[in-house]
């Protein structure tokens, strides 16, 4: 069975800081892959998505960037945090080529001070 | 993807059925209606989709109007636990490569009182 690994669960950083958060999914090859950002009493907003090794599309405009390094790793990072980061980051994937359900991480809280 | 227009907020008795209510009114032909359920704190659980017909699984029933404008999702037997945000999302089919991330609105807290 397929199952996604994300952590922290918790972070706590200073404003200024580096950010590096790990995602990794088993027992598929070659997922499409997601992170998802949903800050305090908002919906989830889709920030980057990647459908092969070293393929990052980004949503939306930010402080952060993806990489995947590996097929099934998906990392999340930034060189200087904002106030503004602070949120739940989720991973998600889902199987490439269909129209298949996403599956999520539990996700990492941020709080960036 | 299309709009979807869902109560910001229901609440429900344990034990009873909680029907959920989602408009999608410019849904298109090809376009599929998905829920997905968020608990505190965790990320969105899948629970099920469906186009046309309407569709039952361990976890809920959906039923979506003929016109396919509006659908209902329902839990039948609700427990506590079943206290979340729930998301309606209408998506294209895709027929082949590509990524589909969702979109996710604002949704509905269904709060189940005991």
């Known amino acids: 069975s397929q199952t996604i690994h994300q952590w922290p669960a918790t972070l706590v950083q200073p404003v200024g800081s580096p950010l590096s958060l790990e995602c990794t999914v088993e027992?598929?090859?070659?997922?499409?892959l997601y992170w998802y950002r949903q800050a305090a009493g908002r919906g989830l907003q889709l920030l980057f998505y990647?459908?092969?090794?070293?393929?990052i599309s980004s949503e939306v405009p930010q402080n952060l960037s993806a990489s995947r390094p590996q097929d099934r790793q998906f990392i999340l990072s930034s060189k200087k945090l904002l106030l503004s980061d602070s949120g739940f980051y989720l991973c998600?994937?889902?199987?490439?080529?269909?129209?298949?359900?996403?599956?999520f991480g539990s996700g990492t809280q941020l709080s960036v001070l | 993807d299309a709009k979807t227009t869902q109560p910001t907020s229901m609440d429900c008795a344990e034990g009873r059925a909680a029907n959920l209510p989602c408009n999608h009114s410019?849904?298109?032909?090809?376009?599929?209606v998905y829920w997905y359920r968020q608990i505190h704190s965790q990320g969105p659980q899948y629970i099920i989709h469906?186009?046309?017909n309407n569709e039952t699984n361990e976890m809920a029933s959906l039923i979506i109007t003929e016109d396919r404008k509006s659908s209902t999702l329902i839990l039948p037997h609700a427990t506590l636990r079943d206290t979340a945000v729930y998301y309606c999302?209408?998506?294209?089919?895709?027929?082949?490569?590509?990524?589909?991330?969702?979109?996710f609105g604002k949704g509905t807290h269904l709060i189940i009182q005991p």
């Open positions: 998600a994937w889902n199987r490439a080529a269909t129209n298949e359900k996403l599956f």
């Open positions: 027992g598929t090859s070659n997922p499409n």
């Open positions: 990647s459908v092969g090794i070293g393929q």
């Open positions: 410019t849904i298109s032909g090809n376009e599929y």
């Open positions: 469906g186009l046309k």
């Open positions: 999302i209408v998506r294209v089919v895709y027929s082949g490569g590509g990524a589909d991330g969702l979109t």
